[in-house]
């Protein structure tokens, strides 16, 4: 593949065919796509009830700022209790990995304590754990017709409504999501 044919920083959508947890009916947004695999976050799945406040007192950060009722998402069952943080440009630490022109995503304990101490990025949303694929695997799953991908937005990225996601990124496509074969073309 060459570099324009990866796809970090777009959208992976499930086929309806893929039915197998997590992934059924999961949107990931990729973070890295290249030759050595790829990495990314599913962004319409929580992880259970906790929320960011959980997640500030087990690491013993005092939340300073008002961070309502924030939740925590799942994002992949590649180190589940590895904490990533997916988030705006306008906040970077020294290990944050600029995925996008506005999207970054760091993994390191400072970016929490900024977010507590209301310094933290304009969005942000926090996922245990990851998606991840090994060498050329992402791209079988997409040619045998697991996955669509789409340009991410702002709202499907960010926002809380996890339920319709999936939906409103198919909608991106402007497809009829009953009209999706789970057969693969081939010239």
Same mark, same amino acid.
């Given at each position: 593949?060459?570099?324009? &044919?990866?796809?970090?920083?777009?959208?992976?959508?499930? @086929?309806?065919?893929?039915? +197998?947890?997590?992934?059924?009916?999961?949107?990931?947004?990729?973070?890295?796509?290249?030759?050595?695999?790829? @990495?990314?976050? $599913?962004?319409?799945?929580?992880?259970?009830?906790?929320?960011?406040?959980?997640?500030? #007192?087990?690491?013993?950060?005092?939340?300073?700022?008002?961070?309502?009722?924030?939740?925590?998402?799942?994002?992949?069952?590649? +180190?589940?209790?590895?904490?990533?943080?997916?988030? #705006?440009?306008?906040?970077?630490?020294? #290990?944050? @990995?600029?995925?996008?022109?506005?999207?970054?995503?760091? #993994?390191?304990?400072? $970016?929490?304590?900024?977010?507590? +101490?209301?310094?933290?990025?304009?969005?942000?949303?926090?996922?245990?754990?990851?998606?991840?694929?090994?060498?050329? &695997?992402?791209?079988?799953?997409?040619?045998?017709?697991?996955?669509?991908?789409? +340009?991410?937005?702002?709202?499907?990225?960010?926002?809380?409504?996890?339920?319709?996601?999936?939906?409103?990124?198919?909608?991106?496509?402007?497809?009829?999501?009953?009209?999706?074969?789970?057969?693969?073309?081939?010239?």
């Amino acid at each position: 593949m060459s570099d324009s &044919q990866y796809l970090t920083g777009q959208f992976l959508i499930a @086929m309806p065919q893929l039915t +197998e947890k997590p992934f059924a009916r999961s949107l990931i947004y990729l973070c890295a796509h290249n030759a050595d695999g790829a @990495m990314g976050l $599913i962004v319409n799945q929580r992880a259970g009830t906790m929320k960011f406040q959980d997640v500030f #007192s087990q690491l013993e950060v005092e939340a300073a700022a008002d961070i309502g009722d924030a939740r925590v998402h799942f994002g992949g069952p590649v +180190e589940p209790r590895r904490g990533f943080v997916l988030h #705006s440009t306008d906040r970077l630490e020294e #290990s944050s @990995m600029i995925v996008a022109e506005d999207v970054a995503l760091t #993994s390191t304990i400072d $970016i929490l304590r900024a977010i507590a +101490e209301g310094q933290g990025p304009r969005r942000a949303m926090l996922a245990l754990g990851y998606a991840g694929w090994s060498a050329g &695997q992402l791209d079988k799953e997409i040619q045998s017709n697991s996955w669509l991908s789409v +340009e991410p937005d702002d709202a499907l990225l960010f926002d809380a409504d996890l339920d319709t996601k999936w939906h409103r990124a198919i909608a991106k496509l402007g497809v009829d999501i009953t009209m999706l074969s789970s057969e693969a073309g081939h010239a």
